[in-house]
């Protein structure tokens, strides 16, 4: 390998939830990106499936495979990674959750599973009063944006195999139960907790006056915690994350990623791209490889609005495709799973895949959007192929053989 | 099965470090080759990663894939391959290294790591007086071209988890190391291996007036010897090949290829091309397959020499395919790996791929190259595909199910 070239260094740009069906045309088709088309006419394009063909992909599992990391070895479960997320410092054997404030009646009955949406500034308040010592076990909870949070518990002789605390629908707070011998301890902490939250919440100074009091915190999502070879130690790559929202900082987290906080990256339809753009540009400074998340594109699309979904194409095109592709660096843009207006959830249609390098091969397609890549020159690949292509790219792989 | 066909014969034709970047053509593209055009547009084409998408493939991996073995369970590292390429007979439980004659001082500072690339003549003279007993283990030398040679230590309690000898840049003589328990002999082995060559080869008549002497004999990548079924065993089919340089015939040997030498055929970029595809079309009259390579594109490619590599291209397309075209057999064309000019080193860019015989599918692909290919009637295919498809061509495919 040969890494003497001038500017060897690379971006992913991930559209969450990118891909979508034609009604009758897709929001890529339909959107104007100038940026886009001219990046697919002079690089080289395709359709990749994060998983396999058909397989819906989530949101982490589709970004541990995006970034190297065979989910089926390496996915701890959704909550370390929104912990890592929120800014938890996680410890091997940590047993982490997703967390709802939620407002529940004194026979701790659900009346809003999100407790009324309530601002973020409450949550940050609340935050303060529900941490403590349950037996031996520490309980550590953050809230993070609206209603949402982690909960980790830290202490001796944990499991993951506990059930949840959430119904995730209308009903009554959870007992949690063991699914496997040795995690009775885990399932009574649990219970101890959701007790002990409703306990101390119902007289927290914040809930006063709140018709939708958040009075508790449903559990769900549990996984243990573990450190992972980071990238740089797997692929011998520096890499840095610019993302919005929690969990996508967390998976990047999770293999080393240095998180790079940009003010107004958001996560949500009104992020800053051109922050995002111009902050991602900057980390290429001193890192191999900059994972660039843009969230939206998934909202909309969960949203059934297909007019938003291709109106954002456009800010993102105009606001941030303008800036990487002056960056001089390698651009891989694609998403990390298809959410088809039409069907408001995630679905597993392809998504297409564009690679950008001056020195690159390049395909005669000329636009970039579901249809036209079809005919693209890296044909059919999956979310596997994708960090192999960007190490090629910046001449960072190692060779298999001799 | 149905082998009363005609004629079910098949070569694979590997043109090393083939693939390439444009700048802005490929020298597939920059080359006139009206044959390899030919049999593009009445053949089938496609696009190849020898390993997968992105991976980048080593020359002895590579073949090892193409031949039906896969690499992670058949590769016994570089130097057994290299050691069965120089005609070492091997056997079971033996350990072969690469080995360099190379220039250093009294004290093991190295001057020159290929001492001055002596001449082949030399490299044979001074083999012979460094084949000698350590303890009880055998050490058996044999150069091959210029400074090359390859080691073997034979006899009871070796192993390949060693360090190597040479630091493969400035510096001394490494002391080998023991990499695992059980080790430690092999190492010291090599050790005195190292005090006795030198010991030796100061006082050798071939090396008296020389401003390099070539002194000393450094060693890397270690490997353990065993015997692998051959490929009549694993696919039922008779093999030869026929190749220039060392490694190809090594890997040959090492899955039971007959390995046919050819006066002329050096592995360089003056080979005998005519010489070889007249050895390749007489092994099909006893072989039901014929593995032809040809090495000088990949050293074009090492050398950044476009033009060279284009020119190398076209007395490929006169010289050697016009003879292939004529043989009446099945034509698999393609490389084992990219080696582009513009990186003068190995890629994971796929490779274009060619197969050719009377009654076989066609696409409407009319030239071989690796933007033509990019539309052909295979696909993306990987280099596990090919041997299946050979055996498919050949009508000795096992049927899998009935």
């Known amino acids: 390998m040969n890494s003497m070239d001038s500017y060897k260094k690379a971006v992913l740009l991930v559209i969450d939830g990118l891909g979508d069906l034609p009604t009758p045309k897709t929001p890529l088709q339909i959107a104007k990106k100038p940026n886009l088309d001219k990046l697919a006419k002079n690089g080289i394009t395709g359709l990749m499936s994060t998983i396999a063909m058909g397989i819906v992909p989530g949101s982490d599992t589709s970004h541990l495979q995006l970034f190297g990391y065979e989910p089926m070895q390496f996915y701890p479960g959704r909550g370390p990674l929104e912990a890592l997320g929120i800014g938890i410092e996680l410890e091997q054997g940590d047993i982490a959750f997703r967390a709802n404030f939620a407002t529940v009646t004194d026979d701790l009955s659900i009346i809003d599973r999100r407790a009324g949406r309530i601002e973020t500034a409450i949550g940050k308040e609340l ?3 529900v941490n403590m010592k349950i037996e031996d076990v520490e309980a550590i ?43 009775e301890k885990t399932a009574r902490i649990l219970n101890k907790f959701s007790k002990e ?15 939708l009091p958040a009075n508790m915190i449903l559990l769900r999502g549990p996984g243990p915690f573990r450190y992972v070879p980071s990238m740089f130690e797997m692929f011998g790559i520096s890499s840095a994350c610019v993302a919005g929202g929690a969990l996508y900082k967390g998976v990047a987290r999770y293999v080393g990623m240095d998180v790079i906080n940009v003010e107004g990256a958001t996560g949500t339809k009104d992020t800053n791209l051109k922050a995002k753009a111009n902050a991602a540009v900057n980390a290429l400074k001193d890192h191999d490889f900059v994972f660039l998340h843009v969230k939206a594109c998934d909202s909309f699309g969960h949203d059934g609005d297909c007019k938003g979904k ?27 799973h298809s959410t088809p207006c039409s069907r408001k959830g995630h679905s597993g249609h392809e998504i297409p895949i564009l690679v950008y390098g001056k020195d690159e091969r390049t395909d005669d397609v000329k636009n ?4 036209s890549c079809m005919k693209g020159g890296l044909g059919h690949i999956t979310g596997r192929d ?4 960007i190490l090629n790219l910046i001449e960072k792989s190692m060779m298999y053989g001799t």
Chains 1, 2 share one sequence.
């Open 197 to 211: 939250v409703y306990a101390r919440l119902k007289k927290a100074e914040a809930n006063k006056g709140r018709k």
């Open 386 to 389: 994708v960090l192999p292509i």
């Open 127 to 129: 935050e303060k009063s």
């Open 310 to 336: 291709a109106k954002m194409i456009e800010r993102i095109d105009k606001e941030l495709i303008s800036i990487l592709a002056k960056s001089g660096a390698y651009l891989v843009i694609t998403g990390d």
């Open 368 to 371: 970039f959007d579901e249809i």
């Open 141 to 183: 909870f953050k809230s993070s944006v609206e209603h949402r949070g982690a909960l980790v518990l830290r202490g001796p002789g944990l499991s993951a195999s506990v059930t949840p605390t959430d119904p995730h629908g209308p009903g009554k707070v959870l007992e949690s139960a063991p699914l496997e011998p040795g995690a």
